[in-house]
């Protein structure tokens, strides 16, 4: 399905300069500081049962997963095949997985908030017509629904 998809036209058009290389940089810097954080937070859950390359292999490993399979098939539900792989017992790879997300997921609802207050809607998304009326429903969708 790449195969036939890909176009060497639309890869012509792509230019690099100086400018998109220097930030380039810190992209990666910020995604190899996630993935250690990741590692740190994993190793640490597991109270030091999985070593520096395990950490690193499940990350990685899920890393992929998440980003080649659907949202309700990849990255949680591998990384608790990975961890028990790894050895850590069935009953404890949940909490360790679930407990390594969990930071991500309060800042997402922390911070989500946030932005959308302080960039305002009409900055974040520009569609013809929309009002406040979105984003007091996504803050609403956010933070105040209880599931």
């Avoid at 995604?31 to 499940?58: E, Q």
């Avoid at 679930?98 to 959308?116: G, N, R, S, V």
Wanted: hydrophobic share 50%; with cysteine; proline share 4%.
């Amino acid at each position: 399905m790449l195969y036939k998809e890909f176009d060497i036209g639309s890869v012509r058009q792509i230019t690099f300069t100086r400018i998109s290389i220097w930030w380039l940089l810190p992209v990666v810097v910020c995604i190899f500081t996630g993935n250690l954080g990741y590692v740190v937070r994993i190793r640490t859950l597991s109270w030091k049962g999985l070593n520096r390359i395990k950490s690193i292999r499940i990350i990685f490993l899920r890393e992929f997963t998440s980003s080649a399979t659907p949202s309700a098939a990849g990255g949680t539900s591998p990384a608790i095949f990975f961890v028990n792989k790894e050895g850590i017992k069935a009953g404890r790879t949940p909490a360790i997985v679930m407990a390594t997300y969990f930071p991500d997921e309060l800042y997402f609802i922390l911070m989500f908030p946030f932005i959308i207050l302080r960039a305002g809607h009409s900055n974040l998304w520009n569609i013809h017509g929309a009002n406040e009326g979105i984003s007091k429903g996504l803050i609403w969708l956010a933070v105040e629904r209880k599931v």
